[in-house]
Structure formats: structure tokens, C-alpha cells
């Protein structure tokens, strides 16, 4: 696979990587084991990537924060708000008419490339 | 288990980022690295300190290098100099101050060379050549930052890309300074500094002065040690110095016991550094200090007279204007207070 491939495949996860996040922060997560659920189901995120994402949807205020001292050290625990609850609602039926729109579409291509048209 | 790898990428991480995101950020951060430790860690391998520093390298690899890190927690374009230019532009500044400061050296040689009394020439060339530097050096730094805040907006993102991934290698990281680490040798080497004057000036002032081997009055050449002080110098200033000394052997030894900086220890040194910035106010507008009677041949006291009291004026101002700088630096570092605002973090995280 060619560099510019890998490009367009990079952007298309990254575009759904809020929806993803927001998807799994409606029990408390901290980073690491919001990363390990992540890549559990296959989303696999770059660390560097994924921690400030958490900063910036909280400062957005979809997320909401705090350091909990229990454990073997300090971790700072992310859970929606009710603001990124009604955002996850709003991204879930986006999310479901956009893959709608492209199963249409990329069936109506898989229909042209079998000649079945 | 020695963790020490972590902080110092934690801190070059820090370093880049806002004050006030700092601190949080560098917690957190030290918290995933040592959660995503723990996940690699296999069971019995905490013993092995060389299995734990590979698996630290490995880890800190897939983090990336510092400045990566560091610009995607930044807030997108809310900085002058970003992170992925700002080593670059510190190497810059520096430099150019650097140059700059070693031009107008160079400068103030040469205007000496070409004078019949180099020593006076310097006195009255000093303070102008001082505007200039200054002058140079605000307006090269103005100049640096302007050009680098605008490569910053115009050079596409790939331009100065921050670190070759590939290259970077978690082993290079700087060791971190801690800010609050009393310098042991220079409270030391001060302290005595300071003994060494209160002994000298107030149970031997007859050996402050101007020493030198040579003859006068057609006398064999010998060892001469003539006093300077003037006696205004013993009623008026001595006291206040002697206070001031005192004090801040006092202020050393209390530091030199804790080893660390705190928040009053740093106030007491900022309200010395204060009042000596007063007493070399009150020197240079004061009655003068020294004297030049006890001084012969007549020739010898008039060349004397010419020079060392401008000289020593210059040098007054000089410490005067540093002392003020020091004042307000330390007043700074007064209320600057910690950076570490997260219960329970400490930059040595708990054993696995």
C-alpha cells in the first residue's frame, strides 16, 4: 500500500474517532484503560493522539474530569457529560445515516463492477 | 522501580506547554506512562531493572518525542512560537544575543587600544557602549521573534517537523533541574566570601586597599598596601553592610541545613538582595567612599583620583541595575509558588 493510501485510510479512522471515544466514556474510563477498550474492539490509537483528544472534548465540554487517588497512583477519569450525551446521540444517527449513504453507494459500485446493472 | 526515564520525558513534555496546563497535564501523563508500564510488565520482570528500561524506551518511542507530545495537547495557533519551532528559536536567540554581546566587547577593546589613558577611556565609553548593547540586543530579539512568529503561520506543517520519529532516542533526554535544589559549592564559596569581608573590614581595614610591589620616593622596591576607604565609607556604610552580611550567612546556613528553596527562605533572599540594592543606591549617591591622601607620590594619587572613582561609580550602577533585576527575578520566583497542583502526584510514581 502506497503512502498516499495509507494517508486516506489514516484520516477516514481519524474522522471517526470522536464517535468512537465519546461511544465507550459513558462508564468512567482513565486513559490507559479507555486505550486497552479501544483496542479491544479495534480501534487501535496512538497514545499521543488519543490523550489529548480527551483534554480537548472536555474543554468542549463533552467530557467531564476528575483525579481519583485510589489505586496504586493518581488517575484522572473521563465520563460524558450531558452535553457529550446529547452529542453522542447526535453522532450515533449521523454516524447511522452516513454508513446508510455509503453502503448505497458502495453497493451501487460493487453492482457496476459485477455488471449486474 | 527506577522511573526515572519517565519523568525526565514528563518534564521536557512540560516544559513546552502553558504554566497553567502544566502541572495536570504532567501528572496525567506520568500516570498513562506508568499504567501502560504496568500492562507491559510481566510478572516477575519488576526486578529486572534492564527489562524495565527497555520496556520504558519502547514505551516512550510510541509516545514520541517530547515536542510531538507536547503540541498536540497546545491549543491550535494561541502561542507566538509554537513547539514545533521553539528549540530552533531559542538556539537562535541565543545566538544572536551571544554575537551581539561579543561584538560590543570587541568594540569597547578597540576604543581602548586607540587612547592614551585606556583605563578613563573605558569609564566614559562604558555607559554609552551599554545603551547600544542594550538597544542591539531588544531589537535583535524583536527581530528573531517577529521572524519566527511568522515562519510559525507560512511554512506548511511539514516544514521543521518537530523530531524524526525514527531518530529520536528516549536515552538522550536531558536530565531535569530541580528548581527548588540549593546549590551547595555557591552557598558555600558565598558564605566564606562573606566571613572574609566582615573579618577584613571591620578588625583589619588598614589591609583594604590598593596593594602592589613597586618602589616610591626612590625607596627598593617592596610590598605596598595603601588604604582607600575613605572614613564616611566606616561610619555611614559599614554598618548597613555589616547587617547585610550577617544576615545572609545566616540566610546560607538556613539553606545549606534544608537543601531545598522554600517559599520563605526565597522571600528572605529577595529582601536581602533588596536592601543591598539600597545600600548600593545609597553609595553611589552618598558622600564617597573613597580616599586617595594616604596615597603618594603626588603623580600617583592624581592619576588615582582621575580614575578609580568614576570606576568604581560605573561598577556601583552596574551592580545597582543587576541587583534590581535580581530583586524583581527573585520576587518572581517568590510568587510563583509549585507546579505540582494534582493530590497525591509525586514525580516518583508508586512501585508496581
Redesign the interface.
Known amino acids: 500500500m502506497d503512502d498516499s493510501t495509507q494517508h486516506l485510510i489514516s484520516e477516514l479512522w481519524r474522522g471517526t474517532l470522536v464517535l468512537a471515544v465519546l461511544s465507550q466514556l459513558e462508564e468512567a474510563q482513565y486513559g490507559y484503560s479507555l486505550g486497552q477498550l479501544l483496542a479491544e474492539q479495534g480501534v487501535e490509537v496512538e497514545q499521543s493522539t488519543l490523550y489529548p483528544l480527551l483534554r480537548r472534548l472536555e474543554k468542549q465540554g463533552l467530557l467531564e474530569s476528575k483525579w481519583s487517588v485510589k489505586g496504586p497512583r493518581p488517575r484522572r477519569y473521563y465520563v460524558l457529560g450531558k452535553t457529550g450525551q446529547e452529542t453522542l446521540q447526535t453522532l450515533k444517527q449521523e454516524w447511522r445515516t452516513l454508513s446508510d449513504v455509503l453502503d448505497r453507494l458502495l453497493g451501487k459500485d460493487e453492482k457496476d463492477a459485477s455488471g449486474t446493472l | 522501580m527506577p522511573v526515572e526515564l519517565f519523568d525526565r520525558y514528563v518534564h521536557q513534555v512540560g516544559r513546552r506547554l502553558p504554566r497553567k496546563l502544566r502541572a495536570d497535564?504532567e501528572?496525567?501523563?506520568h500516570?498513562?506512562l506508568?499504567?501502560?508500564l504496568?500492562?507491559r510488565t510481566v510478572e516477575g520482570e519488576t526486578e529486572n531493572e534492564a527489562a524495565i528500561e527497555a520496556d520504558q524506551i519502547a514505551i516512550l518511542e510510541?509516545?514520541?518525542p517530547p515536542a510531538?507530545?507536547a503540541a498536540?495537547?497546545q491549543p491550535p495557533r494561541r502561542y507566538v512560537i509554537g513547539p514545533r519551532v521553539f528549540d530552533i528559536y531559542l538556539i537562535v536567540v541565543a545566538a544572536v544575543a551571544g554575537s551581539i554581546t561579543l561584538v560590543c566587547l570587541l568594540l569597547l577593546a578597540l576604543t581602548m587600544l586607540g587612547e592614551t589613558e585606556p583605563l578613563s577611556a573605558l569609564a566614559s565609553s562604558f555607559g554609552d557602549m551599554f545603551g547600544v548593547y542594550l538597544g542591539w540586543l531588544l531589537s535583535s530579539f524583536g527581530s528573531v521573534t517577529l521572524t519566527f512568529a511568522i515562519l510559525e503561520r507560512v511554512l506548511p506543517e511539514a516544514t521543521f517537523d518537530i523530531e524524526d520519529e525514527e531518530e529520536w532516542d528516549p536515552r538522550t533526554l536531558p536530565e531535569i533541574e530541580d528548581p527548588t535544589r540549593v546549590e551547595v559549592g555557591g552557598c558555600v564559596i558565598e558564605t566564606s566570601v562573606l566571613v572574609i569581608a566582615l573579618i577584613a573590614f571591620n578588625f583589619f581595614p588598614q589591609w583594604v586597599g590598593i596593594g602592589f610591589v613597586g618602589s616610591i620616593d626612590d625607596s627598593p622596591a617592596r610590598w605596598h598596601l595603601i588604604p582607600i576607604m575613605s572614613p564616611t565609607f566606616f561610619t555611614a556604610y559599614l554598618p548597613l553592610l555589616n547587617a547585610l552580611w550577617i544576615l545572609s550567612i545566616g540566610l546560607n546556613v538556613v539553606l545549606l541545613r534544608q537543601g531545598q528553596w522554600q517559599r520563605l527562605t526565597r522571600l528572605a533572599d529577595c529582601v536581602l538582595t533588596a536592601c543591598g540594592a539600597f545600600i548600593l543606591y545609597r553609595m553611589v549617591t552618598g558622600p564617597p567612599i573613597l580616599t586617595m591622601q594616604a596615597v603618594t607620590p603626588e603623580s600617583l594619587r592624581q592619576t588615582l583620583d582621575s580614575i578609580l572613582p568614576t570606576l568604581l561609580k560605573v561598577a556601583l550602577v552596574i551592580g545597582l541595575v543587576s541587583s534590581i533585576g535580581e530583586t524583581l527575578h527573585k520576587l518572581y520566583l517568590v510568587f510563583r509558588g509549585p507546579s505540582r497542583a494534582?493530590?497525591?502526584?509525586s514525580n516518583q510514581?508508586?512501585?508496581?
Open positions: 497535564v501528572a496525567e501523563l500516570s498513562l506508568m499504567d501502560t504496568q500492562g510510541e509516545f514520541g510531538k507530545v498536540q495537547y494534582v493530590p497525591g502526584f510514581a508508586a512501585d508496581l
